[in-house]
């Protein structure tokens, strides 16, 4: 998730748009138009109502369908008057928006990062729950000031991009409360790789899907993507309702991330590799052998 340039940020240097893309802008405002018109369309509300709900239920129905609206006007509204371009591909976010599409919009959607594209991932999944969990608190602050519709919570990482080897040669092997078997986040202090103080609702929860582009990993004393894509692997064998978990990791052009991705996501469940993106479909445990791949 990219942040501006004045704060602590995921990636060297932000993408600027060129004098001559103004054009292309201009294409893509009218695209995420056109998108939150057929997004209207497919939840059977228009974006702009007028009249009173002929029942409670419809008046329910109505009051749900202008937050949804207001979502994805706010959203076209931010990226029309933006300079800074997501991060992510135009082609790696497709991946993403069609895993969406195919749940109907309405995904338990758990995002690891906040930045500049937060407001679009929130706003494609209108009858879903999103969630943004942040390293920076300063960062949550800053970016909740110009979005508070966005839900976001902080992380406190126990690992550094410079342990990735030790952590997972001699760590995960040699304690066993990160054996697959045993698998478990909540209170496991033992496991380094675990998330164990995550918010309550993030373990109470059956993601659908975990976007894994954060927290830093390009620097030795960053927290590094180790725990987010070991934990992601968790929740997914862990997952108790039909269905397997979606798991997105960005940046596998690194070592680390495309390593960690190997170890717990497994290449067996790799379905897509688009760019810098490996898009993973998690079974539940019960359809896994003993370990994680």
Not at 43 to 54: N, S, V
Not at 96 to 112: H, R
Request: a positive charge; glycine letters at 8%; aromatic letters at 8%.
């Amino acid at each position: 998730m990219q942040k501006i340039h004045t704060q602590k940020h995921y990636h060297h240097n932000r993408r600027q748009l060129k004098p001559e893309s103004t054009r292309l802008l201009g294409v893509a405002v009218a695209g995420l138009i056109s998108g939150a018109l057929l997004i209207s369309l497919y939840l059977r509300a228009p974006l702009f109502c007028g009249g009173a709900p002929a029942d409670p239920r419809a008046e329910e129905n109505g009051t749900a369908a202008a937050a949804q609206s207001a979502a994805q006007v706010e959203a076209i509204v931010h990226y029309a008057t933006s300079r800074i371009v997501p991060q992510q591909s135009h082609a790696e976010i497709g991946v993403s928006v069609g895993v969406l599409n195919s749940l109907g919009g309405s995904a338990n959607l758990l995002v690891f990062g906040l930045g500049h594209d937060s407001l679009m991932w929130a706003a494609i999944n209108p009858r879903g729950k999103t969630l943004f969990l942040e390293e920076d608190p300063k960062w949550v602050q800053t970016v909740l000031k110009h979005a508070p519709g966005l839900r976001a919570d902080t992380v406190r990482y126990r690992t550094r991009l410079s342990e990735a080897d030790e952590l997972l040669r001699r760590h995960y092997g040699g304690e066993p409360d990160c054996a697959a078997a045993k698998s478990f986040l909540r209170g496991n202090d033992k496991c380094r790789l675990a998330l164990n103080m995550l918010p309550e609702e993030v373990y109470a929860t059956e993601w659908d899907m975990i976007m894994v582009d954060a927290p830093r990993g390009y620097f030795p004393e960053a927290p590094g993507r180790m725990a987010a894509i070991y934990s992601a692997a968790v929740m997914g064998r862990n997952r108790r309702r039909s269905g397997a978990t979606h798991v997105f990791v960005h940046d596998v052009d690194r070592r680390v991330e495309r390593m960690y991705a190997e170890a717990f996501l497994c290449k067996k469940n790799l379905v897509t590799a688009v760019g810098r993106l490996w898009h993973f479909q998690i079974p539940a445990a019960a359809d896994l052998g003993g370990g994680f791949c």
